[in-house]
């Protein structure tokens, strides 16, 4: 999105619409205790080595603007060190290419040197450093940053079940990470405006619908739905006495005096990003075996008009699709292409001004379960791409699909298979 702080309403003209894509990009540094393996995306898919050609797929497909994460834990390798060519080059080759990242900062994992990852007493402190760095670099050339992708589900792996560091396990360890989750938000939007007031911020969360499969789980599925909303909502300073999830927080301990700090700092939101998948994204919450368990069905196309009405009524604020896919077959991947974009369209015609959509990943990713696991990566390949991940004599080839060129043709068209949105008022 071609567009600075000054320019932000431009999103809002019924003819605005962009079509980005993205490649995966989780970094978990720290290694398995069961495995030692560590997960790192960028080097699992060989990106490292074939960043060049890869971030010119991106120009095949006619894009002016990606999401793009760069790795903190390489750029600062130890407290007070920098090197900046793991952002220098790649960023700089988008925009050689005319392609404006979305930058996207921090992706689950932090350099391991943050003993206690998000629970280290100043890790807002080094997100915002290392947020303002990067700010610094690219004033007037950047404008767009997601200050951390996914704060939900990086409180859910990282506090709730254990799996990343800090490993904490359970609601309290969720709502402690969350909190430091959303205190480096906070400072990391503070700093970055402080160098370049003209940055444009995608804040970037994933999104369910909860349900409840008998009426005794109605509550429990009412509040899990509302947890979708939490880090959007304590950034915003929106958990005060009267917020649904006030009394259920401290109950787990959360103190008064911390959700006081989000309202004293509360920041505007500039657009919103909610990443769905048909996969993941409908959610059932059942009883079986004496426990609570969540059943995930595949979705049809209208969460997208049901989402985007949930999120369009809460935060009145400009909203884009920044990770959608569906896996498996080419078939299969196309028809939700097709149907989800077919969705886009009734939102925008109901004039909630829903102005991206981004196809995440570019190419396949490798599962999470690679970090677990003791098979060969190739065997956690997941094709959910537009590109398929093949292996091959020299590697992980990058074999285009129908998708590709069915895309570039969405992207060459600008609005047009996505009609106008004229503007709830």
Not at 99 to 119: F, K, M, N, R, T
Not at 163 to 176: D, K, Q, S, T, V
Not at 205 to 218: G, H, K, P, V
Not at 250 to 256: P, Q, S
């Amino acid at each position: 999105m071609h567009i600075n702080r000054d320019q932000l309403a431009t999103v809002l003209e019924p003819q605005f619409f962009a079509w980005l894509a993205g490649i995966e990009d989780t970094f978990i540094t720290a290694p398995s205790p069961k495995t030692g393996r560590t997960l790192d995306e960028y080097e699992l898919t060989e990106h490292y080595e074939r960043w060049q050609t890869d971030i010119d797929l991106f120009s095949k497909l006619g894009v002016k603007s990606v999401r793009y994460g760069i790795p903190w834990h390489l750029i600062n390798p130890a407290r007070g060190e920098w090197n900046f060519q793991h952002a220098d080059e790649p960023l700089g080759r988008l925009l050689d290419l005319g392609i404006q990242p979305i930058v996207d900062l921090v992706h689950y994992g932090l350099p391991p040197w943050i003993e206690g990852a998000y629970l280290h007493p100043d890790f807002p402190e080094f997100m915002a450093e290392y947020s303002a760095r990067i700010a610094d670099r690219f004033k007037g050339r950047i404008h767009t940053y997601t200050p951390l992708n996914e704060p939900r589900v990086t409180a859910w792996y990282c506090g709730k079940l254990g799996w990343w560091p800090p490993a904490r396990r359970g609601w309290r360890g969720f709502l402690e990470v969350m909190l430091g989750v959303c205190r480096g938000i906070v400072r990391s939007v503070e700093a970055m405006r402080s160098v370049d007031p003209q940055i444009v911020f995608a804040h970037v969360d994933a999104t369910d619908l909860f349900e409840a499969a008998t009426s005794d789980l109605q509550e429990e599925a009412e509040r899990r739905q509302e947890l979708v909303f939490l880090a959007l909502d304590l950034i915003t300073g929106k958990v005060r006495r009267e917020h649904s999830l006030y009394s259920w927080l401290l109950k787990h301990r959360v103190i008064e005096s911390d959700l006081q700090w989000f309202v004293d700092h509360a920041i505007e939101l500039d657009t919103v990003g909610i990443n769905l998948y048909p996969l993941f994204s409908e959610k059932r919450l059942v009883r079986s075996g004496g426990r609570l368990r969540v059943q995930m069905r595949y979705a049809q196309a209208d969460i997208i008009d049901r989402l985007s009405e949930l999120y369009w009524n809460r935060y009145q604020r400009p909203l884009f699709i920044s990770e959608t896919a569906s896996e498996g077959a080419v078939s299969r991947r196309r028809a939700w292409l097709e149907d989800s974009v077919v969705a886009v369209r009734r939102v925008r015609e109901r004039g909630i001004p829903l102005m991206g959509y981004t196809w995440w990943p570019l190419f396949a990713l490798i599962t999470w379960g690679y970090r677990e696991g003791r098979k060969a990566p190739s065997e956690y390949i997941k094709q959910m791409g537009l590109w398929d991940l093949v292996p091959g004599a020299t590697g992980l080839e990058r074999v285009p699909t129908e998708l590709v060129a069915r895309f570039s043709e969405l992207v060459a068209g600008g609005n047009k298979e996505v009609g106008s949105c004229h503007r709830i008022r």
